[in-house]
């Protein structure tokens, strides 16, 4: 049957759009008509060719708006989210129509239930305790099948993806000691990613300046690696420094996944700190070298200079073996905290990336604790000058009454690296987004319209056309969908609508939780999960799963 009678059973039209289909290619005017999920027809110049256009029981006029797939952000903290809140406007208002979860080694399966108890107190600043989940999963598997059941058996607001977090798995197989793995408990750990790609995992994650996964020694890696790469995975590492050791540290996962034979994506591709102010040309020169040598390589950012984590990230890796009581303990013995408060302030300290943390530069961005409410907002040294205490003094405070809960935003990035390195090819977006917290970084509510508004259109670094690839068919090809980032027919209609001239990211630091303008459409799986810039009551989103080798 012609395209243009199948599209006349169509359940949408979308009219006169621009089309930016996700490819790089030059935009152009279309009708695109969708059944049954699916793009149908895609009828170019419609309006002018002289054939019959498209119809279907609804037509939508896309005169000014430009029509895209999906975005996908490609390094999201939503894992218990999803579970949480079904609207989860935080990303369907941005226009992301897929998350990949399980990131920086640290979620909630594979896992028994110690150590699903010892990853829920060590990731509480990033999800929450998850009381409010009820935490019925226990294998890769039964986590996305949760998934897909979502809500009431409607599923959830936006697809996702699952990593293997390799801290978890190291968690279960070997537990929270800083010690080689035995040669049974690497087989424990080969076999727990081999089950959990299996089961529909895209790849595996690490923290390697988190505990216990910042443990692992490369040889432990490259194992894990090998098996990733067999299923057609990829590696996604949150490298070992990204300070002081940082080019060390990207060089490291380039090597160790070039042995593995393991495509590597590497997360939140950032040269932070003092030490790395204006180096971005070295380290995008490092990958093209790579690159040119044949390896797979692709790497996400967020499009703000600051960072966020949690405040026990920045302790020496010493001070975190064992798990979050053992750190607890630390903290509480004077002897073993002044030997922490060293490694902090004059030695520079792994967690902090090897440079000497900088008090003025750690703000409080949100706490577990009601009584500790009046530190947010705040950087450390502003509340130790307050206070009239020493800014270690504030922090072990903040560590010990709010049980390692406390998130914090890190202002220590370098406006030149981030441009730098958004437009380098292998570039994808991700927001990097922790939802908790009272003052919560804003890249999770506008990463995406951030780079569509402020780096498109009003400072140019990114073309339009570039910069919607970069968010669209580049992470959808890492992920090695069949189906998805493009507009094209036949394609999953998980589309966006906006407008080039409006779209902006409303998030700002003084208000994080601000909605973005000029996205008013949003579809999954052409449900509109976004209508007229609203959210709707549609729960499209469902566990997307590895595509077979």
Not at 54 to 79: K, N, T, W, Y
Not at 138 to 159: K, M, P, Q, T
Not at 341 to 354: P, Q
């Amino acid at each position: 049957m012609d395209p243009v009678e199948l599209a006349d059973f169509a359940d949408l039209v979308v009219r006169d759009a621009d089309v930016v289909d996700g490819t790089g290619a030059p935009s152009y005017r279309a009708d695109v008509a969708v059944k049954d999920g699916r793009i149908v027809s895609i009828v170019k110049e419609a309006a002018s060719a002289g054939c019959q256009r498209p119809r279907a029981r609804r037509e939508l006029d896309a005169e000014g708006l430009v029509l895209s797939p999906g975005f996908i952000d490609m390094h999201a903290h939503s894992d218990l989210e999803l579970l949480r809140d079904p609207d989860h406007s935080a990303k369907a208002a941005q226009g992301v129509t897929l998350e990949v979860i399980g990131q920086d080694g640290l979620s909630y399966a594979p896992v028994d239930d110690r150590t699903l108890a010892e990853v829920r107190r060590a990731i509480t600043g990033w999800n929450g305790h998850g009381d409010d989940i009820d935490f019925s999963w226990r294998s890769v598997g039964a986590y996305l099948d949760r998934l897909d059941h979502g809500f009431d058996g409607e599923g959830i607001a936006v697809n996702a993806a699952y990593l293997i977090p390799q801290g978890t798995v190291r968690a279960l197989a070997v537990g929270w000691g800083d010690r080689p793995a035995t040669p049974q408990e690497l087989d424990r750990m080969r076999q727990l990613v081999a089950e959990g790609m299996e089961q529909g995992a895209v790849g595996m994650s690490s923290g390697l300046t988190y505990t216990p996964g910042m443990y692992a020694e490369d040889a432990e890696l490259t194992e894990l690696c090998r098996v990733v790469a067999g299923y057609g995975g990829y590696y996604c590492p949150h490298h070992r420094s990204y300070g002081a050791g940082a080019l060390e540290a990207y060089a490291e996962m380039v090597a160790l996944s070039r042995a593995a034979g393991c495509p590597l994506h590497l997360a939140h591709a950032t040269m932070n700190f003092g030490p790395n102010k204006g180096r971005a040309p070295e380290l995008l020169a490092l990958l093209d070298e790579a690159l040119a040598a044949g390896a797979d390589i692709t790497l996400d950012t967020y499009p703000y200079t600051p960072g966020c984590t949690t405040l026990v990230a920045l302790l020496p890796s010493w001070a975190s073996e064992g798990g979050p009581e053992r750190v607890l303990g630390r903290l509480a013995d004077e002897a073993t905290a002044e030997r922490v408060r060293h490694d902090l302030e004059v030695t520079g300290s792994d967690g902090c990336h090897g440079v000497p943390v900088e008090w003025e530069t750690i703000e409080i961005s949100g706490v577990t604790a009601p009584a500790l409410v009046g530190y947010v907002g705040r950087t450390v040294a502003e509340s130790a000058a307050r206070r009239g205490e020493s800014p270690w003094t504030v922090a072990r405070r903040l560590l010990a009454e709010d049980r390692l809960g406390t998130t914090i935003l890190q202002h220590v990035g370098h406006e030149e690296n981030v441009r730098a390195i958004m437009r380098h090819p292998v570039h994808t977006g991700g927001s990097d987004g922790i939802l908790r917290g009272t003052k919560p970084h804003p890249r999770a509510y506008g990463t995406f319209p951030r780079y569509l508004g402020h780096y498109v259109r009003e400072s140019g670094v990114l073309s339009l056309e570039e910069c919607v690839a970069h968010l669209t068919g580049r992470p959808a090809a890492r992920l090695r969908l069949p189906d998805r980032g493009v507009v094209r027919e036949g394609y999953r209609a998980d589309l966006v609508l906006f407008d080039p001239a409006t779209v902006a990211a409303g998030a700002t630091f003084e208000q994080p939780r601000t909605l973005p303008t000029g996205i008013p459409y949003v579809l999954i799986d052409g449900r509109f999960v976004i209508e007229d810039g609203r959210r709707t009551d549609v729960l499209a989103g469902r566990a997307v799963r590895r595509t077979p080798v």
